[in-house]
């Protein structure tokens, strides 16, 4: 029998993190999580997301769990499966840039609760805002040899975005020390040719293993993996199916099943996934019940593709135009958005440059002047504060804008000031584990809420031995 070279692609299951973030405004609780970590953990799969931006805040937020408690729990099941989590670069998993003592902080006590992998993007792709995330993760794969730092280029479509590009990126992620690089396509733009093109370039021009991240928004994402393990991208993130598709990832299954028997065979068990995708379809049924699970998000929106703009921002512009009696301006604000992301160097449009490019382009339109008023986060933009762009920046823009203020050039957190000894200072009173300090810093307002409802509980079980169980005291 003629030997054939196998060549295995591995899969990255987003059920608990992405998936659920992408379909039901990442409200699925620890507890529905738990029960299937057994089953999960016997599937092989390359990695399992479980943790980010999302996940973090919607736990603390609406569910009033501490996610450092879940990542524990999620870790104490899964005995052989490696955890991923999704990194905002110098935004860590917030909404603004911290100091560097944070970031190293933050991966420390990541990587310590229990995370693997640490997926690293930056809004603009300035690899500069990733660098103090990649040393700090590095830093303890020296130490104790486990840690894993993979950089996520936000991709996009533009003049500036050309193949060269891409693979000039990676070999500058190489020489950081990143250990993986991931494209990460949230708006599901990369079609299956054009990935196959990127795909064989990149592996090119690079020997660190490849991952792809799509989302199924558009309808082509399980052709462009097709075209992508062809053209030898190493690993792929899908999700079980019963959270596939419509703005999630493609269905782990289907993927499966498609390289079953070729030289990109997985090897994974599909009973066992169809064990896992029968646990959790009752959980899909009830939030398609309760409405948490919109059946408007499960089908093909073309419109991403036409317009290059993610799904979820267009949501967002069509209820800032509601609110302003304005929705008859909704092709004036779609024109607008690529001009207002022209002015300001052709960014990605990824959390938090869509917002900022969104929201500006909706101002722009409904003030009947470009830039008569302009927001704080484009302000920040022009002045350099959240990087460097791939294009310059519109010089009338940032006269009109911020007319003889200084811009920076240097990377950003070089003028913040070490700020960890501050934030614990703020905090003290509520602190139970060093870790606190670190929700704190992500989200002031919401964690010293949940702090507070944490030791609510906490009092009122001492005090009168409540029958938690029951919920005889409830809070
Ligand atoms: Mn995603």
């Avoid at 040719?193 to 991952?211: F, N, S």
């Avoid at 959790?280 to 019940?289: I, K, S, T, V, W």
């Avoid at 203020?405 to 990377?411: F, G, K, L, Q, V």
């Amino acid at each position: 029998m003629a030997d054939q070279v196998k060549k295995p692609v591995g899969i990255m299951e987003t059920v608990l993190r992405d998936a659920h973030q992408s379909l039901i405004a990442t409200r699925m609780p620890t507890d529905m999580m738990l029960p299937i970590v057994d089953k999960m953990d016997k599937v092989g799969y390359h990695a399992v997301e479980c943790w980010g931006g999302a996940t973090f805040d919607a736990s603390l937020r609406f569910l009033k769990e501490d996610p450092w408690e879940r990542l524990r729990k999620l870790r104490d099941g899964f005995k052989n499966t490696k955890l991923q989590m999704l990194f905002r670069g110098q935004n860590i998993l917030g909404y603004r840039p911290y100091a560097d003592d944070v970031v190293e902080n933050f991966v420390e006590k990541s990587v310590a609760n229990g995370i693997d992998i640490i997926r690293i993007f930056d809004c603009l792709n300035d690899l500069r805002n990733l660098q103090a995330t990649v040393d700090a993760t590095n830093k303890i794969k020296a130490r104790e040899g486990r840690g894993h730092a993979q950089i996520a280029l936000s991709y996009t479509l533009g003049d500036a975005y050309t193949l060269e590009y891409w693979v000039n990126m990676a070999k500058k992620i190489e020489e950081m020390g990143a250990d993986s690089i991931c494209i990460k396509d949230m708006a599901g733009l990369l079609v299956p040719y054009k990935a196959a093109e990127l795909i064989k370039a990149m592996k090119e021009g690079t020997k660190l293993p490849i991952q792809l991240h799509t989302h199924y928004t558009s309808g082509v994402a399980s052709m462009t993996y097709l075209k992508a393990v062809e053209a030898g991208v190493d690993v792929i993130d899908c999700a079980i199916s019963p959270f596939a598709l419509g703005t999630s990832q493609p269905a782990t299954e289907v993927m499966v099943e498609t390289f079953k028997g070729t030289e990109y065979d997985t090897g994974y068990d599909q009973n066992l996934l169809a064990e896992i995708a029968d646990y959790f379809r009752p959980y899909r049924d009830e939030c398609l019940a309760s409405g948490l699970l919109n059946p408007k998000v499960m089908g093909v929106d073309i419109k991403t593709l036409l317009y290059q703009v993610p799904g979820g921002m267009l949501s967002n512009m069509v209820s800032q135009l509601k609110e302003q009696n304005a929705e008859d301006r909704y092709y004036d604000v779609l024109k607008e958005i690529p001009e207002v992301r022209k002015d300001l160097g052709e960014p990605p449009l990824v959390t938090p440059s869509s917002q900022i490019v969104g929201t500006q382009a909706v101002f722009n339109v409904l003030m009947g002047e470009r830039y008569k008023m302009a927001t704080k986060e484009t302000k920040a933009v022009l002045r350099g504060e959240y990087g460097q762009t791939v294009k310059p920046m519109s010089q009338e823009v940032i006269d009109k804008v911020i007319p003889g203020e200084e811009r920076i050039t240097c990377r950003p957190a070089d003028l913040i000031e070490n700020e960890m000894d501050k934030l614990e200072a703020e905090m003290k009173e509520w602190k139970q584990q060093d870790e606190d300090v670190l929700s704190y810093a992500l989200f002031p307002q919401v964690a010293t809420d949940f702090f507070k409802y944490r030791q609510a509980q906490q009092e009122k079980v001492d005090m009168t031995q409540a029958d938690t169980k029951n919920a005889a005291y409830p809070v």
